[in-house]
T-cell receptor, first 115, second 111 residues
Framework: EPEVTQTPSHQVTQMGQEVILRCVPI?????FYWYRQILGQKVEFLVS????????KSEIFDDQFSVERPDGSNFTLKIRSTKLEDSAMYFC?????????????FGSGTRLTVV | ELKVEQNPLFLSMQEGKNYTIYCNYS?????LYWYRQDPGKSLESLFV?????AVKQEGRLMASLDTKARLSTLHITAAVHDLSATYFC???????????FGTGTRLKVLA
């Protein structure tokens, strides 16, 4: 069964450092998403991406965040200057062409720990 | 702003019993999803509900949607231990793909 692949599975970084989280969405999917989940809390939408541009973003997705699809397969989330409160599990998801039946397939997540 | 609330937040139930998890949302939506999450794991899609009165069933889980009441339910029939997980509903406002997740219901089924 097709999967969304995320790397690394766990990243530890110093506060103020830049991190890049990587995702390989399912190959025929056109919509890509990043979510985060602070430990034990609900899943929060960060951003959706379609046709090489951001479709929607939440208030969490401020200037320190950026997304990119640098080639035909990878989808990345960059956090420019990490803060302690950025520590969370980050999930990438992808879905098929826009349509009501499209459900997101989630990757296994990257646990980001900012120290 | 769309708000999605689930209740209960925690549910401990005996094997063999039935129970219902509720998901209320605050604005018009044409899509509602249910996901399951095991501890430390990713989200697994369970159901997508697209229209008023939609009902989907898979094994011991049945989900329904009432768009007029802005309410979805996830009904568990004759619970088994393997159903222990956290269940999230997620709603996208009409015309967007910005899925807003509920608070989650942590279900523990006791043998």
């Amino acid at each position: 069964e097709p999967e969304v692949t995320q790397t690394p599975s766990h990243q530890v970084t110093q506060m103020g450092q830049e991190v890049i989280l990587r995702c390989v969405p399912i190959s025929n999917h056109l919509y890509f998403y990043w979510y985060r989940q602070i430990l034990g809390q609900k899943v929060e939408f960060l951003v959706s991406f379609y046709n090489n541009e951001i479709s929607e973003k939440s208030e969490i997705f401020d200037d320190q965040f950026s997304v990119e699809r640098p080639d035909g397969s990878n989808f990345t989330l960059k956090i420019r200057s990490t803060k302690l409160e950025d520590s969370a599990m980050y999930f990438c998801a992808s879905s098929e062409a826009p349509g009501q039946g499209a459900t997101g397939t989630f990757g296994s997540g990257t646990r980001l720990t900012v120290v | 702003e769309l708000k999605v609330e689930q209740n209960p937040l925690f549910l401990s139930m005996q094997e063999g019993k039935n129970y219902t998890i509720y998901c209320n949302y605050s604005t018009t939506s044409d899509r509602l999803y249910w996901y399951r999450q095991d501890p430390g794991k990713s989200l697994e899609s369970l159901f997508v509900l697209l229209s008023n009165g939609a009902v989907k069933q898979e094994g011991r889980l049945m989900a329904s949607l009432d768009t007029k009441a802005r309410l979805s339910t996830l009904h568990i029939t004759a619970a088994v231990h393997d159903l222990s997980a956290t269940y999230f509903c997620a709603v996208a406002p009409s015309g967007t793909y910005k899925y807003i997740f509920g608070t989650g219901t942590r279900l523990k089924v006791l043998a």
